[in-house]
């Protein structure tokens, strides 16, 4: 069964990196992999995708290995804001396309 | 213009009534999703619409019935709910598809929810 693996929960300090992870063990070849932020009682929003390698933008990075069986979102120096549960997005083969997000990991940044 | 609107926030229904959530962008977006998220759970695809055309049920039961008016509009209307339907229901819309499905390389603009309770 085609599925995706974040760990359930996170805890940081402000002015700490955190990377996050996801397990997707049967990606579509050629689509790429999404991450997204939720906070309560908000719909997600768009964090940064990527295809292969690496991928940066203003407010994070992104790492795809070789096999992109996985990928790692990794958050420069957090702060009491990024608190929120952050999910991968990924579209998977299991008999046919399924576009599923990832269980997702609530992240805590403490003070 | 990056928002999507969804009406109500909140919504309580019995298992009897027929309701509707609603759904509008302004991006000029041709996909529009449907999605259900359970407490503490990741949103669950329900259906995808690409140029107003349903594109894409992932087996949601009959008593849930999207429809696309038009290009801004989307609307999910609900029928005989049960209480496990209670949950938090997330539209989206993006750019339209690539490649025959729904890509995960669309950026995808969600609206707040509305939250669903069914008695």
């Known amino acids: 069964l085609a599925k995706t693996t974040q760990p359930i929960s996170m805890d940081s300090y402000e002015g700490q990196e955190v990377n996050i992870t996801c397990s997707h063990n049967?990606?579509?070849?050629?689509?790429?992999i999404t991450w997204y932020q939720q906070f309560p009682s908000q719909g997600p929003r768009f964090i940064i995708q990527?295809?292969?390698t690496k991928v940066t933008n203003e407010v994070a990075s992104l790492f795809i290995p070789a096999d992109r069986k996985s990928s790692t979102l990794s958050l420069p120096r957090v702060s009491l804001s990024d608190t929120a549960v952050y999910y991968c997005?990924?579209?998977?083969?299991?008999?046919?396309?399924?576009?599923?997000f990832g269980s997702g990991t609530r992240l805590l940044v403490r003070p | 213009d990056t928002e999507v609107t969804q009406t109500p926030k909140h919504l309580v229904m019995g298992m009897t009534n027929k309701k509707s959530l609603k759904c509008e962008q302004h991006m000029g977006h041709r996909a529009m999703y449907w999605y259900k998220q359970k407490a503490k759970k990741p949103p669950e695809l329900m259906f995808v619409?690409?140029?107003?055309?349903?594109?894409i049920n992932e087996s949601v039961p009959s008593r849930f019935s999207p429809e696309c008016p038009n290009s801004s509009l989307l609307n999910l209307h609900l029928h005989a709910l049960q209480p496990e339907d209670s949950a938090l229901y997330l539209c989206a819309s993006s750019q339209e598809p690539s490649e025959g499905y729904f890509s995960a390389k669309n950026i995808q603009y969600f609206g707040a929810g509305t939250r669903l309770s069914v008695l």
């Open positions: 997005l990924v579209v998977l083969w299991d008999s046919s396309y399924k576009l599923i």
């Open positions: 619409y690409s140029y107003e055309k349903l594109s």
């Open positions: 049967n990606i579509a070849t050629n689509d790429y």
């Open positions: 990527g295809y292969k």
